[in-house]
């Protein structure tokens, strides 16, 4: 055998050696990616709802609605919740429409009305997801009494500090002044730098309420604060709705409100935990 055929056929084999090497490889890399793919675990878990973490709970969370009943609830003067206007849907609360609500065997309808906790709260941090419907209102209020709101009219409206829901886009009271937009302490404090999800997708509200500061937050920033007692809070007050009901202002142990403004709305995921001041 000739030197140039000896030399062509060693190349000829060195050219397979490495053919088969780089295919190994190949194999290797594509098994190694279809196992990665089957193993790697789903990054869009969705949490349950009205469940309280191991890590929540340690902070001293409570869920004020379990998901499935209204326990720890009942109507502002009721005993129970306002038949027909409240719902549980689909894991949350919902206010059903006031124009769908059946009618009394007389042909009246029958009477709506804010519902509240059972529990009543002094220094707290809420949270909970809230939606509304197109065109809708409804609110969150705190710092609630049931004797004083019972003695004002309407029937079944609770008087207190409320954290506005609104359509911003749709409804006309986001035109009569920012701080009748969603997240506004309503009436008062307008919310600033906000980021509102439209009507019919949930958004998360968070209020903390302690001593005399509360601070309102929408979907993870806080929108606005504010200090009871203090000369600027007054003025706000007295350019109010509020101005003439007596002690309104006054910081109290008073009771979470949802509020039955006709419209549809929905909550869920609603916790609290208590805050020690000292």
């Known amino acids: 055998m000739s030197d140039c055929l ?10 397979l050696v490495c053919i088969a090497a780089v295919s190994l490889v190949l194999i290797s890399f594509s098994l190694s990616c279809v196992s990665n793919q089957e193993t790697e675990p789903s990054s869009t878990i969705t949490p349950e709802l009205n469940v309280l973490t191991a890590a929540e709970k340690a902070e001293g969370w409570i869920l004020l609605f379990d998901g499935k009943t209204f326990t720890g609830w009942r109507g502002l003067g009721r005993d129970g919740i306002p038949e027909g206007h409240w719902i549980i849907d689909k894991g949350a609360i919902k206010k059903v429409p006031s124009g769908d609500v059946p009618l009394q065997e007389d042909g009246q309808p029958l009477q709506g009305g804010d519902i509240m906790t059972t529990r009543s709260f002094e220094n707290f941090e809420l949270y909970l997801e809230w939606k509304i419907c197109p ?93 009871l007692g203090t000369p600027q809070m007054d003025v706000l007050l007295a350019a109010s709705k509020y101005r003439d009901i007596q002690g309104f202002a006054d910081k109290r142990k008073g009771h979470i409100i949802l509020q039955d403004h006709t419209d549809t709305a929905w909550f869920r995921n609603i916790m609290i935990r208590e805050i020690k001041l000292f």
């Open 6 to 15: 000896k030399k062509n056929m060693f190349l000829l084999r060195l050219n």
């Open 135 to 227: 065109a809708g209102n409804s609110g969150i209020k705190y710092n609630v009494s049931e004797e004083m709101s019972t003695s004002y009219p309407p029937p079944y409206a609770a008087l207190g500090f409320e954290y506005q829901i609104l359509d911003d886009e749709k409804h006309p009271d986001a035109q009569r002044g920012t701080n009748r937009t969603s997240a506004a302490l309503y009436d008062l404090i307008a919310p600033e730098g906000k980021t509102l999800k439209p009507a019919g997708e949930f958004n998360t509200a968070r209020i903390i309420f302690r001593g005399n500061h509360g601070e309102h937050w929408l979907n993870g920033k806080k929108v606005l604060e504010y200090e």
